[in-house]
């Protein structure tokens, strides 16, 4: 798999549903100022929460986009890489995926929101932003299903089962939805130190 346009959606907890997604818009704006995201140049910020099921809040940068979003109905942080990357598909996916958690920790340790939002460990979206390289098919998934399974391992542990589920769809991005069972939930933490990243401080 060539592409780097790969995309990780991470769920808010069921207490965080109804949270008002602009209210991180004062929030992205101070992440630019202070340049927050290592590695990424962050320069705008876009606020469609008036639109139903939509992109709700984007803080977009040069290299990827973040959006709080209900794209799919339900509120969640997306990780959108725009930019290629370099290193193998794993490595390019295990960095989509630190890039995702750490984000979504950083806004749930915002003092700005007091622990109003907090996301849940145990479901995830996966998807290729890139039909030539990545086409919604059986092919695809059974080309990156290995990688995939690879990082989520590094992920959640050997004790954790991780179901995938795929629908070929021509007429769709390229998608996998992740259920992670079997184990207690880490937090968003945890997750990172497993992944190497370490533990972010609070902005």
């Given at each position: 798999?060539?592409?780097?346009?790969?995309?990780?959606?991470?769920?808010?907890?069921?207490?965080?549903?109804?949270?008002?997604?602009?209210?991180?818009?004062?929030?992205?704006?101070?992440?630019?100022?202070?340049?927050?995201?290592?590695?990424?140049?962050?320069?705008?910020?876009?606020?469609?929460?008036?639109?139903?099921?939509?992109?709700?809040?984007?803080?977009?940068?040069?290299?990827?986009?973040?959006?709080?979003?209900?794209?799919?109905?339900?509120?969640?942080?997306?990780?959108?890489?725009?930019?290629?990357?370099?290193?193998?598909?794993v490595?390019?996916?295990?960095?989509?995926?630190?890039?995702?958690?750490?984000?979504?920790?950083?806004?749930?340790?915002?003092?700005?929101?007091?622990?109003?939002?907090?996301?849940?460990?145990?479901?995830?979206?996966?998807?290729?932003?890139?039909?030539?390289?990545?086409?919604n098919?059986?092919?695809?998934?059974?080309?990156?299903?290995?990688?995939?399974e690879?990082?989520?391992?590094?992920?959640?542990?050997?004790?954790?089962?991780?179901?995938?589920?795929?629908?070929?769809?021509?007429?769709?991005?390229?998608?996998?939805?992740?259920?992670i069972?079997?184990?207690?939930?880490?937090?968003?933490?945890?997750?990172?130190?497993?992944?190497?990243?370490?533990?972010?401080?609070?902005?």
């Amino acid at each position: 798999m060539d592409s780097s346009k790969l995309s990780i959606k991470l769920y808010t907890d069921d207490r965080s549903a109804d949270f008002p997604v602009q209210d991180a818009v004062p929030v992205f704006h101070s992440w630019i100022q202070t340049r927050a995201i290592d590695d990424h140049l962050l320069v705008d910020v876009a606020d469609y929460a008036h639109v139903p099921d939509g992109p709700g809040v984007v803080l977009v940068a040069q290299e990827a986009n973040v959006y709080l979003d209900r794209f799919d109905g339900r509120l969640g942080l997306t990780y959108s890489r725009k930019q290629p990357l370099e290193g193998s598909f794993v490595e390019r996916l295990r960095f989509v995926v630190t890039a995702a958690i750490e984000t979504a920790a950083r806004l749930e340790e915002s003092p700005a929101f007091d622990g109003r939002i907090q996301f849940r460990t145990d479901q995830l979206t996966f998807k290729i932003n890139d039909r030539p390289l990545g086409p919604n098919t059986a092919a695809t998934f059974e080309a990156i299903k290995g990688d995939l399974e690879h990082v989520l391992r590094e992920l959640v542990g050997d004790s954790a089962r991780v179901a995938l589920r795929h629908t070929p769809d021509p007429r769709r991005l390229f998608e996998v939805v992740v259920t992670i069972e079997g184990a207690s939930a880490p937090n968003l933490n945890s997750l990172l130190a497993r992944l190497g990243a370490g533990q972010l401080a609070s902005d």
